[in-house]
Every structure is written in C-alpha cells, then in structure tokens.
C-alpha cells in the first residue's frame, strides 16, 4: 500500500515537473518573440536624437551601450557593438584635446557646408551625406563633426563603411606615432613604404627617411604622442598636430602638422616632412676637396678671377646691377655694381653647375647623381620639388635640381 502511493507520489512530481518546464520554454520563447517583435517596431529616429544618442556616450562612456540600444537596428548598417564602441572612443579622444570640456550641444550642417567640408569623392563613395557639428562649453579650435548616410526615403542612419574605415586610419595613426615615440626604424620604414611606390624610393632610402623621423622626434618633438591634436578627421584623411616641435638650431618651437591620407590601391600615404638642419656645406662651391667660393659672400670680379682663373665669358646686365660669369661646366651670378676703379664687386647670390662639370656643391651634390643619391643624403629633398632648404645666421638658402628624363641631376643651383 505505502509503495503503491509512494509510486503515485513520484508520478505526480515527475508530471508537475514536466509540466512546469514546458511552461517555462514557452514563457521564455515569448519573452524572447517579444524582444524581437519590440526591436521589429522599434520607431526611427530622426538625425538630432541620433546626435543626442552619440553625444551621450561621448561625455560618459557608461551610456554607450544604452546608445547603442537606443538607435533602430535598421539605422545601424549591421554595425556591431565593439565597432560602435571603438569609433564612440575615437570620437572622445578627439573631444577631449585642449580644453573644449563637455559637448554641450550641436547643430546640424547644411548640405552645401557639407559638400564644401568632405568634397565630392567621399559623396560619390558614400552617398549622399547629413553632419551635425559638435559644441562644446569651451569654443572648440578645431571643429568635430559627426556624419550620416541619408537614405532615400529622407531617413538616416550610420555608415558602417564610414565608421570602419574611420578606425582604420586612426588606429594607422596612432600606431605610426607609437613606433616613432619608440625609435622603431624599422617599423616606421613598413608604415611609410605604402606611399612611396617610384623607383626613385628603394628600401635603403625609406629606411633612411624613417630613421632620420625617429631622431628628430626624439631631439625635437617635445610633446608625447598622447598630446598631440587631430584637427580633423575623415574616412580618406586624418590631420594631426604637433604642438611642441623644436626649429633645428632649439631656439623656438614651430607648427608642424602630419597628413594620413588613403592611397587608391587602398594603403595609406603618411605626409610627415621636418625641417630640416641646415648643412652649411651646401653654399659652397667645390673643386676637389677645395672649397672655392661661397654663396652669399661679396666678391669683386678680380677675386673671382683669382680664384677661379679666366672665365669662357662673362656679362653684366639690367642697368650693371648684375654680373653673369660663366665656365665650363659652372655659370656665378654677382649682384652689385661697379665701383670708382671701374671694377665690378657685388654678392654672389646664385652658384650653378651646368652640363659636364668638374665642381660639385659642398662636397657630395654633383651633376648626373641620381635622385635616388640625392634622397640618400637628404631624406626629405623631395618634399619641396626635391628642393633643399635651410637658413643660415644671416639669410636663407636654397638648393634646386633639374632632372632628365631618367631622374639623373642635369643642372643643381645653390641660391640666396
């Protein structure tokens, strides 16, 4: 009798049981039909709540994720949460340079101010685009935008396109300062190579470009990379400030701004050009291991005689201000005029070499180098027309090339 009941004891609590976790998955599959069916209707939002949405978790971090769930999953372009969280970090880096303190506003952009900020090429990448720009408590030196796709049915949402590649050239950014606070060479020669893809660029001159950033950042970058400024921030192009970089001779600071622009082929060109220290060797004209005469010196055409012999021929024009002397190979400019003996004496304010010369400028700039030489020596020539120029105590100089065909020098000037 008692195992009889005891059996239907354990009958009635195997079915109570039974019954009970089948009432259980159906609540919680409704639950879940629910949830789906509140975020299938979940209300569009329009463009200033979108903003409000953002701007929230820029001032505080704890919202992101409320933000997130507070923008329509079909306003969102399948952009994943650790995406959205990663370009709201972004967005609060950029806010919180200087001192703009907390965004306490915004306003949204008109069209044409949009076209006129982003340019056509971004419009035809990502269609048509809406922006709102940020406002802070502080005025903001350098404005911060966020942007949109518009649809068309006039709603709009987030461009997951644009927000990821928005993290790619930050992050690219960000790690291309990391290796130069760090004097990695050789990773800086991997991050630059991309945007240098002429013959003229071989793996000895990017690497001499790298190391020469990694040393002038060490001697006269002042500031860390944490301090340094995006003034602007696009999917093809971001800018960044330096604020504290020594001029070469220490003596005052100078603006000194980094452009990372996408390249077509999808890699990245880093314009990052220092100047650079002057090499005082270049205003000299050199025979040998001779140094003959100097750019920016007074001389009388004796003198020139002197040092120099005879010349082929030489020619004074507009109004005997200046004076061409010309020999093989090397062509002087004398500015000045004649004096009461009748000789001419003036500035030599121009040395170039011409055709088959036996001279060279300073001692290692000569004609029919390679511009790929010429790059060896001077990381940064080419950033200027492949230029050199420098200041000396009392005035400015300047070292141009012109190029064959085949980059090879055909003529190389050294002016004040």
């Not at 720009?133 to 949109?148: D, I, K, Q, T």
């Amino acid at each position: 009798m008692r195992r009889h009941f005891a059996l239907r004891i354990s009958s009635l609590i195997i079915c109570t049981l039974f019954v009970f976790s089948f009432c259980s998955c159906n609540i919680a599959d409704q639950i879940r039909s629910n949830l789906q069916e509140r975020i299938s209707v979940q209300s569009e939002i329009n463009i200033q709540e979108m903003t409000r949405l953002l701007i929230s978790s820029i001032n505080d971090k704890r919202n992101t994720a409320d933000a997130y769930s507070g923008i329509p999953e079909f306003q969102k372009d399948d952009i994943s949460y650790s995406y959205f969280y990663e370009y709201v970090n972004i967005l609060r880096t950029i806010s919180t340079q200087g001192s703009k303190g907390k965004v306490r506003s915004f306003r949204i952009m008109r069209d044409e101010e949009c076209m006129a900020l982003l340019g056509q090429d971004l419009f035809n990448r990502y269609g048509t685009i809406k922006g709102a720009e940020l406002l802070y408590s502080s005025e903001a030196e350098y404005p911060v935008y966020v942007f949109y796709r518009m649809e068309a049915d006039g709603s709009v949402s987030l461009s997951r396109d644009w927000i990821i590649s928005i993290i790619n050239i930050y992050n690219y950014g960000h790690h291309y300062f990391s290796l130069l606070e760090e004097s990695n060479a050789d990773g800086v020669e991997a991050l630059l190579s991309p945007g240098l893809l002429s013959d003229v660029y071989t793996n000895e001159v990017v690497y001499a470009r790298a190391q020469q950033l990694c040393d002038l950042y060490r001697l006269r970058v002042m500031s860390s990379s944490s301090e340094y400024e995006i003034t602007s921030l696009l999917p093809d192009k971001m800018t960044v400030k330096i604020p504290e970089t020594l001029v070469p001779d220490g003596t005052s600071f100078e603006d000194h701004t980094v452009t990372i622009s996408i390249l077509g082929n999808g890699s990245y060109l880093i314009d990052d050009n220092i100047s650079i220290a002057p090499d005082m060797n270049l205003i000299y004209l050199v025979q040998g291991d001779e140094r003959l005469v100097r750019a920016g010196y007074s001389y009388s055409y004796a003198q020139i005689v002197g040092l120099l012999g005879e010349p082929s021929s030489s020619a004074t024009y507009s109004e005997d201000t200046s004076m061409m002397i010309l020999y093989p190979g090397l062509l002087l400019r004398l500015d000045g005029a004649y004096d009461e003996s009748g000789s001419f004496i003036g500035t030599l304010s121009s040395i170039r070499l011409i055709g088959n010369s036996a001279y060279s400028i300073g001692y290692n700039i000569f004609v029919g180098m390679s511009m790929t030489q010429i790059l060896m020596l001077y990381p940064f020539a080419d950033a200027d027309d492949c230029s050199i120029n420098f200041s000396g105590s009392l005035r400015s100089y300047s070292v141009t090339f012109d190029f064959d065909d085949n980059n090879i020098v055909e003529s190389v000037k050294v002016s004040t």
